[in-house]
């Protein structure tokens, strides 16, 4: 049976600059870099962003290859520590000036839709040392600039432009987990972060519109469905107060303009609510997005929190009002250590069509990284990733079923088109449809990306 998908659905792929292009030619560290710098013992194999994959000096031939996948969108975005020079006076450098106009160009030369992100988690590093980063109003308005430069430059040709790839992880990363750079555990900071982040869009958005441009601008969020573990009244609260976080936060703020209530109420009750001004909520209020992008991997299952929320003298952290549940028997990534369940597409394409006026959006990201991949490469040399053509059927079938439903999706993209440098994790799970080699640069299509180029050109699925 054939599952078709609407017409001109954009089958595409995504990436970013700082995992793809390498640290070429670059005046200005970003965050990432610098980490790797002071701390290279953090990263997978000591291996960092200096070459990535080399699409600095590759493109043209890597976007022939991403052509040859029958993608006809990809995403990926502008290095702000590439592009601008002066970060007060947002001047910018011409040679990276040169070097985006021609990735673009190329994009459309070989039929593909370029969609392109403004911040991939890689803040300038000397905007986190002069200001402390995102906890800093003044970055915020020094981001607006960088973005309006982009538009200037490059508006002309882009069409689908995106404010933050996954802001949470900014959030998250950076300022509760310690798996980003600056690894800060500080719930206070964390939560004026994620303000900032919200107002940093909501600016930008606000530019954007001002400068009368012919596009869409949106915002990619990773959603997460907060399944809880049981029934129990317990488990269910756990559960809504770990969806206000996880993803209610910045779906409010984008696409309604305002954020939950109840995570106000929590937030007031805790003593951490940011810092805020009426005219700065007037500005989140009124710019909403256009578009949105849905990054997902794996769903989130809570539990009611072990020890009771109100027990004294605990710092401030979201997750004090649940816990991870592990449900027994899940289907896991093992090499991952995520859970497999495609089911939470639908989920997500429901909650966009009954919660949020059925507004545009698409798949920005899924996949499945896997390591070790030269297990699997035949006597041809192409690495036959079964697996990974399964797990996208499995959310493909899903992402259809939404869509028959109503769900106003407009598209499905993989991360990522090519092998990637993935942040502390280097090189250790590949996702790519098309595998490269970190010591030669060599790269060819997997298995998969034969099978993407047969549904791209049928529009369909069999299962």
């Not at 990773?222 to 009244?233: I, K, V």
Request: hydrophobic share 35%.
């Amino acid at each position: 049976m054939k599952l078709r998908f609407p017409e001109n659905f954009w089958w595409g792929a995504a990436t970013s600059g700082p995992q793809s292009e390498g640290n070429f030619k670059k005046k200005h560290q970003n965050i990432m870099d610098y980490w790797y710098e002071i701390h290279p013992e953090d990263f997978y194999n000591n291996i960092g962003p200096d070459t990535a994959s080399n699409f600095y000096h590759d493109f043209k031939e890597d976007i022939k290859l991403m052509k040859k996948c029958g993608l006809n969108t990809v995403r990926t975005s502008i290095q702000w520590s590439r592009l601008i020079d002066d970060f007060e006076k947002n001047t910018v450098n011409q040679e990276a000036v040169d070097y985006y106009n021609a990735v673009i160009n190329e994009f459309l030369k070989n039929d593909i839709t370029p969609f392109i992100n403004l911040h991939h988690f890689d803040l300038p590093i000397e905007l986190f040392h002069r200001y402390g980063g995102w906890e800093n109003k003044h970055v915020v308005d020094l981001f607006v600039g960088y973005a309006e430069q982009c538009f200037k430059l490059f508006g002309d040709r882009i069409d689908y432009w995106f404010t933050h790839n996954e802001p949470l992880v900014v959030v998250e990363g950076g300022y509760l987990d310690r798996f980003h750079y600056p690894k800060k555990v500080d719930g206070r900071a964390a939560v004026q972060v994620a303000y900032n982040l919200q107002l940093a869009s909501s600016k930008v958005i606000k530019k954007y519109r001002e400068m009368n441009l012919a596009g869409q601008i949106g915002i990619i969020l990773n959603l997460t469905p907060a399944y809880p573990a049981s029934q129990d009244m317990e488990d269910i609260e756990a559960g809504k107060k770990a969806d206000l976080w996880y993803n209610r936060l910045f779906m409010d703020a984008s696409s309604k303009g305002f954020f939950p209530e109840q995570l106000i109420e929590l937030l007031e009750d805790e003593g951490v609510l940011w810092k805020s001004t009426e005219e700065e909520l007037s500005i989140i209020r009124e710019n909403t997005i256009d578009l949105l992008g849905v990054n997902f991997y794996h769903p989130n299952r809570v539990q009611r929190p072990k020890y009771s929320s109100n027990s004294l003298a605990v710092d401030f952290r979201p997750d004090k009002f649940w816990r991870a549940y592990e449900m027994p028997m899940a289907r896991m990534n093992v090499d991952k250590g995520w859970e497999i369940f495609p089911r939470a597409v639908y989920d997500i394409s429901k909650d966009i069509q009954e919660n949020y006026g059925n507004i545009p959006w698409f798949i920005s990201e899924n996949g499945m990284g896997v390591s070790k991949e030269e297990r699997f490469i035949n006597e041809d040399g192409i690495v036959e990733d079964d697996y990974r053509i399964q797990f996208i059927k499995e959310h493909l079938v899903y992402l259809n079923k939404g869509i028959k439903e109503g769900s106003n999706c407009l598209g499905y993209h993989l991360w990522t088109p090519i092998d990637c440098w993935s942040w502390s994790n280097a090189y250790r799970n590949r996702y790519g449809l098309i595998s490269n080699n970190i010591h030669t640069q060599k790269k060819r299509l997997k298995k998969s990306g034969y099978w993407m180029k047969t549904v791209v050109e049928n529009n369909s699925i069999e299962v």
